[in-house]
């Protein structure tokens, strides 16, 4: 965990992700990667002597058939409360719009639902998991189906609800979070798409490459999160 809470740390100091005084909502999926940040941040009050207050928000995709009774046992051992905010998510993506590649759509639906619901609570801030492979995974998908370089940013105001969107995870790799995963009251197998998607193809195609070229993955996040590694050409010299 020290590892983990270092990489943190670097990434609150490197974008000014958590002040004293702010109410951050986490949102929490079921999976490692969300569960692991909650348990970090509370870490991190302890380990920065930050004053900052969480909550944990899960958005019920399923309508109330996830039985999210041990993430909530989890929560109350963090001293944390938690919240299920229902939706239809999984209906409207699955069986009304019939989404052949359903990612993005059910991403938006929960991330709106969650940030209302963060709002709601009082919250400035909304914290998700995502690591240092999905801000890769992101990049690949926005030039290989979108023609552009695009990815997420580790800090993103919103202005339609008022809370700034905060990444902590982002200098940290899915495997690092994976060795966590037994310890986690991880909910199992929640999508219908069971990994059909492009974004597992990316994970998978990624996988491959650290495996043929060592280190890959590491030098693409680094070349992401480094400015001074940018080289690209501008159109206008």
Sequence with gaps: MKRILGDLRRADEAYGLVQNGDKIAVGLSGGKDSLL???ALAAYRKFEGKNFELIAIAVDCTGGKTDYSSVAAFC???????????SRIFEIVFDVRKEKNPCSLCSKLRRGILCTAAAREGCNK?????HGDDLIE????????????????PKAYLDRTGVTLIRPFVYITEREIAAFKKNLPVIENICPANRNTRREYMKELI?????DIPEARRRMLDAIISPNRYNLFDMQD
């Design 207 to 211: 996988t491959k490459l650290d495996r």
């Design 138 to 153: 992101t990049l690949l998908l926005s030039m290989t189906h979108e023609g552009r370089l695009s990815t997420f940013a």
């Design 126 to 130: 909304v914290a998700l998991g995502h």
């Design 76 to 86: 109350g051992e963090l001293g944390v409360r938690f919240i299920v905010e229902p």
């Design 37 to 39: 940040l909650l348990k």
